[in-house]
């Protein structure tokens, strides 16, 4: 069946990456399964996607990854014992996401880059358009983030990548698009791209407008990525494929209505996590009591 023009019906996540910025908890676990209240950071970004209609799931993973693996698969023993003790609530939790999704597994086998990693993902994902996203950046958004910018790509009809305004001081740890001043309205956060660059130094940054891990790719971006060298670092980055893509097509970005946590580091992990404990229900209350009572955060006078 041929994806109609506009639908997108694969989301890629790149999940191979080592995951050094929290060791020693990731020696032997993926940085994607640590967790965020009661569920990996990864389901968040999988949860994302069904919510926003896409549910054939492309994992690109690596050495070390099986939980990830044994995580989305069915777990006989577990659903048994739980169904046994009538815990029908929590049965219903695990069992949700297995059945919501389809999901496939490609290695990276070496650690290439992102645009390698999307590069491997060519046979499952064939000639439709697909998202991409990075599982690191979790966004509470409503509509979910991934939503809002297929909607924009049913408009534009060009990739779309999700960008947000970041201080200037953090502007190095991004790509980082120029935009287009001359094309006019396309609606609400909606630019088009006149230059994007990985990770630019912050006095040639182009702008404030930083990719964050949302993207609504063609196939023909897998093209551009094999014309496109490795940089400095050996690394295949995705920017430089969507540079090369930029000669040939408008490329779009869009601002996100959401609230974006970059998981990647430990202060937007602490943050993420205490942002959703404060969201839940069955915590807010108990936690938000906790935090208040905490020395540190009464005054900062003395
Ligand atoms: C990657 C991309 C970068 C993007 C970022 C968003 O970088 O290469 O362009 O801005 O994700 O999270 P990474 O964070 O993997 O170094």
Do not use: C, W
Not at 65 to 82: G, P, R
Not at 160 to 167: D, I, K
Not at 180 to 192: F, I, K, Y
Request: proline residues 6%; glycine residues 8%; neutral net charge.
């Amino acid at each position: 069946m041929g994806a109609m023009s506009g639908t997108i019906r694969k989301a890629v996540f790149p999940a191979a990456g080592l995951g050094t910025r929290f060791l020693p908890a990731t020696k032997a676990q993926p940085k994607e399964m640590l967790v965020l209240v009661d569920k990996p950071v990864i389901q968040y970004g999988v949860e994302e996607a069904v919510q926003s209609g896409v549910d054939n799931i492309v994992i690109v993973t690596g050495r070390g990854k099986n939980a990830i693996e044994d995580h989305f698969d069915v777990a006989v023993e577990l659903e048994s014992y739980l169904e046994q003790r009538g815990k029908t609530a929590l049965l219903e939790e695990i069992r949700k996401i297995t059945r919501l999704i389809n999901v496939s597994y490609v290695r990276q086998g070496e650690p290439l880059g992102l645009g390698h990693a999307v590069l491997v993902t060519q046979n499952l994902v064939g000639n439709e358009p697909f998202a991409v996203i990075l599982g690191d950046d979790v966004i509470d958004a409503n509509p979910p983030a991934l939503k809002q910018m297929i909607d924009v790509f049913a408009r534009v009809d060009g990739p779309v990548l999700a960008v947000e305004r970041v201080p200037h001081e953090d502007i190095s740890s991004y790509g980082v698009v120029k935009v287009d001043e001359s094309a006019g309205n396309l609606g609400r956060g909606v630019h088009r791209i006149a230059d994007l660059v990985e990770k630019p130094r912050r006095e040639d940054a182009p702008s404030n407008l930083a990719i964050i891990g949302r993207y609504i790719l063609t196939p023909d971006i897998f093209d551009s990525l094999r014309a496109t060298t490795s940089d400095r670092t050996g690394e295949i980055q995705l920017t430089n494929g969507l540079r090369h893509l930029l000669r040939s097509r408008p490329i779009y970005a869009y601002e996100i209505d959401g609230v974006r946590h970059d998981t990647g580091n430990k202060l937007g992990f602490l943050k993420a996590l205490v942002y959703f404990a404060l969201k839940r229900p069955d915590l807010a209350e108990p936690f938000r009591k906790y935090l208040e009572s905490l020395p540190t955060l009464s005054t900062s006078s003395r």
